[in-house]
Structure formats: C-alpha cells, structure tokens
C-alpha cells in the first residue's frame, strides 16, 4: 500500500497568512493526487485534483503543485472559513490511501 | 445538482450488521463510481472499497474483505455498503462519494453527508 505522510500534523495561523502543508507518497504517483478540506462534523470537500487543478468553485487562493512523491498545498492568505483540516489522497493505486490530516487552527 | 443522501444513523449491538445507503441524484447514476470512506470519532479517513453502479462489480479493501459487502439498485440510483460482524472498532461516520467512471483515476469530487454507526452494548 502506498503510505501518504502529511506535515505539519496541525498548525496555528492568522487571518491573511500564507499558509503551506506538505503531503509525501511513500512510492511514485505521479500526478495522481487530491487535496481535501474537512470542516467539524461536516462531510469532506474536494479542493483540488492531478496535485494542482482547482475544483470548479473553489478560491483562487488555494493551490496545489508537486508530482512523483512530493506534494504541497498552499493557501496564500488564510480566511476565516479556511480554518479546518485538510486531506491528501492517492488515486494512483489501489487501496485509496489518505493523510493523516492537517489540521489549521486559528492563533 | 449533484446530490448523494445517505440513510440515517444507527446503533447496532456487536456482532450485528448494519447496512448504508446512498441515493444519487443530478447526475447519470451508472457514470460514476461509488466509493465507501469511513472515519472513526477524532480519527482521519479510511477507505473502504468501491463499486461500479453500471457492472455492479466491487472492489474493497483488504481489511474488510469478507466483512463488507457493496451493491447497488439502478432502478432507484442507490448504493448500499453493509457491513457485518461489527465490533466496536467499526464505531464511525461512513460516507459516500463519487468517482467518474470516464476519467479514472480521478478524486472524489462528491460525498455524501455521512451516517454515524455506533457499536454499542
């Protein structure tokens, strides 16, 4: 199975921070990675798609790059509504493995 | 618009099964594969299989292999995930979500609202 390893595991910021998670594939995946975001009790959203597409609808402060093993998430000014936790997923391979998670709280 | 609704929560003793749905609408229901996630209290996301509503074939992973079963009704646009021998380690949110069948792989861009299982004596 193919091991996804997200850092920081939480992290506290502010209102307009630039904001970066990471994601590492324990093997290659190519482009074949998706970025979630998870508010409290509420059901995960797709955020981005192949590392670095933008889910239509979603704000252009979201970002995503990477290919291969390494992978970011970038939120370029944080919002209030972006306080949540944020999932990285596989979908080169099955199973479907997912981050621990990242969770980012307001400072 | 896309919408995937899934049945109401459930309590269930150990040893029991519990059986999910989830009813799609706004979209072409065989277009699209249907995945079963699930998240334990406080716990990050687990997947769990999948099925393909046009074949009915299912895949899961290997931790449930003998333990889950997913099926589907065309007629109604719903897919079931039902587990059985539950403990109280299968206390979870479970969730749905789609895949498109044309574009796979590809993420899960829809999920469903999520039913709570709680295992319980």
């Known amino acids: 199975d193919i091991q996804m390893t997200q850092s920081p595991s939480s992290l506290s910021a502010s209102v307009r921070d630039r904001v970066t998670i990471t994601c590492r594939a324990s093997?290659?995946?190519?482009?074949?990675l998706a970025w979630y975001q998870q508010k409290p009790e509420k059901a995960p959203k797709s955020l981005i798609y192949?590392?670095?597409t933008l889910q239509s609808g979603v704000p252009s402060r979201f970002s995503g790059s990477g290919s291969g093993t390494h992978f970011t998430l970038t939120i370029s000014s944080l919002q209030p509504e972006d306080f949540a936790t944020y999932y990285c997923?596989?979908?080169?391979?099955?199973?479907?493995?997912f981050g621990q998670g990242t969770k980012v709280e307001i400072k | 618009q896309v919408q995937l609704v899934q049945s109401g929560a459930e309590v269930k003793k150990p040893g029991a099964s519990v059986k999910v749905s989830c009813k799609a609408s706004g979209y072409t229901f065989s277009g699209y594969h249907v995945h079963w996630v699930r998240q334990a209290p406080g716990q990050g996301l687990e997947w769990m299989g999948w099925i393909n509503p046009k074949s009915g074939g299912a895949t899961y992973a290997q931790k449930f292999q003998g333990r889950v079963t997913m099926t589907r009704d065309t007629s109604i646009s719903t897919a079931y995930m039902e587990l059985s021998r539950l403990t109280s380690d299968d206390t979870a949110v479970y969730y749905c979500a789609r895949e498109d069948l044309v574009a796979v792989p590809a993420e899960f861009d829809y999920w469903g609202q999520g039913t709570l299982v709680t295992v319980s004596s």
């Open positions: 997923q596989q979908y080169s391979s099955y199973p479907r493995t």
């Open positions: 192949a590392a670095s």
């Open positions: 093997q290659g995946i190519g482009i074949w």
